[in-house]
């Protein structure tokens, strides 16, 4: 029987109708959501934006935190050597070697069981020739003390590359007596080397707690000895062991945990940088990088040791043999990579000291051997890539001026005209002067600059200049103080030129130069934040709109009338012309 038409609307109709009758409010949910969205968007773009200058600028600082880390270096280029290698008659030709490429501080052996080798008799004709030819050269001797002799030990630490004394006090002459006879001209001493290794502490578990008691009677008898000695702390393995990736990080948190804070004027760190560049940021424990340098200045950090240096005692990168699989660059390509990184922490690291370069030779060194690719010199006593690399970078000024942080007036870069005479006050050093017409002078990479100056009744008038711009400075006082001064900030970072003269009767004296260097914009991170800032703008005021709109607060956009209404016309019908 066919159907019949119903009366009503057809059923797709009635949907129709009821979807219109919704319309509003499912629009309202729809700008909702986006406005949701953008703002969720918006806060994770700002968010990682943030995270990302934060991954970036990890480690960098930018010279004016306190506390101020006060080196006892500049930042010239170092390596270590084993000059007890050579023959008497080389030992001066490596010297000089060494000076002609820009090398101004080494890390050398200093084996007790060769200085030492019964009690009380000691063998110094091989370490006065090293000490006397490097410092006539203007290169200081970093001694580190270890190898401990044969008589000095216990009976089952005898066949261990080396041990702790079995009588503590042996160790204590052994490091007073080094430190009495080269005063000065040993300017610092590093007390063991990788003590967190089993084979270097006899054969035992390494202690860090045992180690800080070794560390603290070696400290005592050296600053004893000699007050202005530079003590730092042994270089740790970070894998001492197979599979392990971060043991030196937490042997040095042992040493802290263990009191050993006041007993070291720095920290050693082995930096090398593995199959990364010099430019990779990554700050991770497990993988070698330059960036891992950064953990060590965190851990001091951390550990309320703000003011204390990082010295990169072992520094560089190990290139791929050639035609092998393993990961890294080849000979040239680690060298420039070694150069960059020493750029890259003298811009961005205050607190990084001297980075010493593996080796001068293949073979056996500190902290275990040194491979071809490493060294400074080959095998057949040619310069490597790496020391050529190092010694064009040291001759076209790259470690003249003064890079970001602290300089000591001890330094090369200080220039001085005149009689000028060093004080020590404490840990800390001064130059200072009565004649009438000294002058000093010094260059500077950054964006800012304070210097050490004292103030006293004594103090005479200077003519001072930055850039060639007079500077005022007025440092006469009723009471002495020693302050660091600003001499100028929102500099271009670029080369700036310092000079000071004492032009009247009186003293002036200087502890030293700030450098300072605004961290810069990444513009990238500048970018995805600004993004991130203006999604999470719109959303909010899309979302505020809408929820203004279905309360009744604002009038929707649809219902405003843009145009009066129109009269309606009388009803009317053309007729006709008559």
């Known amino acids: 029987m066919p159907r019949l038409p119903s009366n009503g609307p057809p059923p797709w109709l009635l949907v129709l109708a009821a979807w219109a009758g919704r319309l509003d409010r499912s629009a309202d949910g729809v700008r909702v959501a986006r406005a949701l969205l953008a703002a969720a968007a918006g806060v994770a773009l700002a968010l990682g934006g943030a995270l990302a200058d934060t991954s970036l600028h990890r480690g960098v600082e930018t010279g004016a935190e306190e506390p101020i880390v006060r080196h006892a270096t500049s930042r010239d280029l170092a390596a270590n050597v084993d000059l007890t290698r050579f023959t008497p008659e080389q030992v001066p030709l490596v010297a000089t070697a060494l000076q002609a490429n820009g090398i101004r501080y080494v ?28 410092s006539r050269r203007g290169i200081a001797v970093v001694a580190v003390l270890h190898h401990s ?114 007993f070291f004027d720095a920290i050693a760190a082995r930096v090398s940088g593995g199959d990364r560049t010099p430019y990779d940021r990554r700050v991770d424990h497990t993988a070698a990088s330059l960036s891992r340098a950064v953990l060590f200045r ?37 060298a420039a990579y070694a150069v960059a990184g020493i750029e890259r922490a003298r811009a961005e690291w205050p607190w990084m000291g001297p980075l010493f370069a593996w080796g001068l030779t293949p073979g056996p060194s500190l902290g275990g051997e040194v ?58 050093t001064y130059r200072t002067t009565a004649e009438s ?8 990479e950054g964006t800012g600059a304070r210097a050490r100056l004292r103030f006293s009744r004594q103090a005479g008038a200077v003519s001072a200049s930055l850039d060639g711009r007079p500077l005022a400075l ?27 003269e004492l032009v009247g ?54 219902g405003v009338d843009l145009w009066p209404e129109l009269p309606e016309l009388p009803a009317w019908r053309p007729s006709r012309r008559t």
Not at 178 to 197: C, E, I, K, M
Not at 390 to 412: W, Y
Not at 487 to 493: A, I, K, Q, R
């Open 149 to 262: 002799p044969a008589w000095a030990r216990q009976e089952a630490a005898a066949a261990a590359f080396d041990a702790p004394a079995a009588d503590p006090a042996t160790w204590e002459r052994f490091v007073g007596t080094v430190a009495a006879r080269y005063g000065s001209t040993v300017p610092f001493v590093q007390l063991w080397d990788l003590p967190n290794r089993a084979d270097r502490w006899g054969g035992a578990a390494p202690d860090a707690a045992a180690y800080v008691g070794l560390l603290a009677l070696g400290s005592n008898a050296a600053r004893a000895a000699n007050p202005t000695v530079t003590v730092v702390l042994a270089e740790f393995d970070p894998a001492p062991t197979p599979g392990e990736t971060a043991a030196d990080l937490a042997f040095l948190d042992g040493v802290y945990a263990g009191g050993g804070a006041p």
């Open 298 to 334: 965190e851990a001091a950090v951390a550990a309320g040791d703000f003011g204390k240096p990082v010295w990169a005692t072992h520094y560089g990168w190990r290139a791929a043999s050639p035609g092998s699989a393993a990961p890294g660059p080849d000979p040239a390509t680690a």
């Open 474 to 500: 007025d440092l006469e006082a009723f009471q002495a103080a020693d302050v660091d001064i600003p001499l100028g900030s929102g500099l271009p970072n670029t080369i700036h030129q310092l000079a000071v």
């Open 371 to 428: 491979a071809p690719d490493e060294a400074l010199l080959g095998a057949d006593g040619l310069p490597t890539a790496l020391l050529s690399a190092l010694g064009g970078f040291a001759a076209e000024g790259g470690t003249d001026t003064a890079p970001t942080g602290f300089l000591p007036v001890t330094t090369r870069q200080f220039g001085y005209e005149g009689n000028w005479d060093l004080q020590h006050l404490g840990a800390e």
């Open 107 to 134: 890390r050398q052996s200093f084996a007790w069981a060769e200085i030492e080798p019964a009690p009380g008799q000691f063998a110094w004709e091989r370490y006065d020739q090293i000490v006397a030819e490097l």
């Open 505 to 558: 009767p009186g003293q002036f004296t200087i502890g030293g130069l700030i450098v300072e260097r605004t961290i810069p914009l990444q513009w990238p991170v500048v970018l995805l934040v600004g993004a991130g800032l203006g999604l999470l703008a719109w959303g909010l005021r899309l979302l505020f709109f809408t929820l203004a709109e279905r309360s009744g607060r604002l009038q929707r956009r649809r």
């Open 437 to 444: 017409g000294a002058r000093l002078s010094v260059r500077f």
